[in-house]
């Protein structure tokens, strides 16, 4: 029997162990210095905004862990000594390893700003980040946050839901417009915009300014000088690899720590999983660190399975990812870059309203269907992955599209909207033939 050893307790970490206990008797035991138990890190913002408590965001009971023989230890693991197989622990205490799993998560991008250290400062990626904004908020009159994308949107949301002035600084013209195509990123940017949250588009942070007693005070705008008072500075700029850490220990590491399709890294018996991990073996039109939920589950599946002895390759499977800006639940599903590529076509509808927009690209050549953007729809997730992956043609896609719709019953559906765009765009006449309908759904999937 083996003692298998996982730094971190996020869904990778928990996914891993989990796995192993399924396939194995091996010792396990997973460290983590944030939390005892395994939280959702992606409801950070729903305790901030009420609407969960922490305790609510555990996926497990406290008496799982016991019950399934995975060892929970509270400690930061400073060392590694990968020959000598030993942890070195910041309680003083020591650890070996047969196998280690390294899962150890992201950590706010921090650029080197004049003030990112003053108090009153801090990213959204730990529940210790979020106790931050919680001592900060009473009487808050206003957050600045620094950066766009998901996160920075989550931050404004938070603050915003306590009625706390947000203005959000983004160095792109339009929202998120490295990720989102043109129109949904201008949806989304009028969206933060309705809601008052006073977005700044094309500036970065120059300074954070020290009100004198080692706290922020203000910020100032790169580009035109401005001065912004505010009371909790917010910087979401991305995050990257926790794993300065690890820089002079031997393990290869490029943003991430490296690892192969069987999520090993250089050194023996030991993987890197999830936000840290760097692959080597990218498959096209992927990105080498994906920092995201799904990833993290699925690289927890596959090196259960190596460090069992069960050796298989990580498959990423389709690209998919949702997320919710403010009012406007997102999904995509599939090839969506924000810049259309040659090889595809796309065609777009957007409801009047600008809250709502289906997407769907095909290719060039032989029309078969690449991928979805859904804003403010919900469209089922089975349904849109095996159109993709059976490289169905975009007409019969169009025709049956209300097999993928996931409103609920009585909300309108938008289907015959983009297929009139389709046939303006490519002078057809198609209809459509399929509408919601939950056994048509059953007997699609199961042909
Ligand atoms: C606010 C927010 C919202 C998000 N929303 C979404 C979303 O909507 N959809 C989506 O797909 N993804 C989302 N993500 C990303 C997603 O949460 C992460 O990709 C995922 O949680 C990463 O999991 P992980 O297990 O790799 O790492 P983590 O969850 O970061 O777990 C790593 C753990 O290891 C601990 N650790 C690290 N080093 C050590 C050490 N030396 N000793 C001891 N412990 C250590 C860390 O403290 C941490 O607890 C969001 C992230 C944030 C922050």
């Known amino acids: 029997m083996s003692n298998i050893v996982i730094i971190g307790n996020g869904v990778a970490g928990i996914s891993a162990a989990r796995w192993i206990r399924k396939l194995s008797d091996h010792s396990i035991t997973v460290i983590s210095s944030e939390t005892d138990h395994f939280f959702s890190r992606t409801a950070l913002m729903y305790i901030y905004m009420g609407h969960m408590r922490y305790e609510d965001t555990k996926p497990y009971e406290d008496w799982f862990w016991k019950k399934n023989r995975i060892d929970l230890v509270n400690d930061h693991v400073n060392g590694i000594g990968f020959e000598s197989k030993q942890l070195t622990l910041r309680s003083g205490k020591t650890m070996g390893y047969d196998k280690l799993i390294l899962a150890l998560g992201s950590k706010s991008n921090m650029f080197g700003w004049p003030g990112q250290d003053l108090d009153g400062v801090g990213g959204l990626y730990s529940l210790q980040d979020l106790e931050q904004m919680e001592k900060f908020s009473p009487d808050l009159k206003r957050a600045v946050i620094c950066g766009g994308g998901l996160i920075g949107i989550e931050m404004a949301e938070m603050f915003h839901s306590r009625h ?123 990105r080498a660190i994906e ?93 849109c992955k095996k159109w993709i992956l059976d490289k169905t043609h975009i007409e019969e896609v169009l025709q049956n599209l209300g097999l993928a719709n996931f409103d609920p019953e009585f909300y309108e559906e938008f289907e015959s909207n983009i297929i009139r765009v389709y046939n303006q765009k490519e002078s057809k006449n198609i209809g459509l033939k399929t509408k919601r309908g939950l056994s048509k759904v059953f007997s699609f999937l199961n042909r």
């Open 164 to 286: 706390i002035p947000v203005t959000m600084l983004v160095r792109e013209e339009s929202y998120w417009s490295n990720v989102l195509p043109p129109e949904e990123s201008q949806m989304i940017t009028r969206h933060i915009k309705d809601n008052h949250i006073d977005l700044r588009l094309g500036v970065n942070l120059g300074e954070i300014k020290d009100d004198g007693t080692g706290k922020a005070k203000s910020v100032v705008v790169k580009e035109t000088g401005e001065e912004i008072p505010c009371g909790y500075v917010g910087l979401t700029a991305g995050v990257s690899p926790n794993v300065g850490w690890l820089k002079e220990s031997g393990l290869e590491i490029g943003r991430g720590i490296k690892v192969n399709k069987h999520l090993e890294t250089n050194m023996p018996d030991v993987y890197a999983i999830g936000d840290c991990a760097e692959q080597t073996d990218v498959q096209p039109g992927r």
């Open 291 to 383: 920092a995201i939920w799904y990833t993290g589950r699925m690289m927890g599946e596959t090196v259960a399975y190596n460090a069992v002895g069960k050796k298989i390759a990580y498959d990423p499977g389709l690209w998919f990812n949702s997320a919710k800006f403010i009012d406007i639940e997102y999904q995509v599903y599939g090839e969506l870059p924000a810049t259309l590529p040659e090889h595809l076509k796309t065609i777009f509808w957007e409801h009047v309203d600008g809250d709502k927009s289906i997407r769907i690209n095909y290719h060039v050549d032989d029309y078969t269907v690449k991928g979805f953007n859904l804003f403010g729809i919900r469209y089922r997730h089975e349904v």
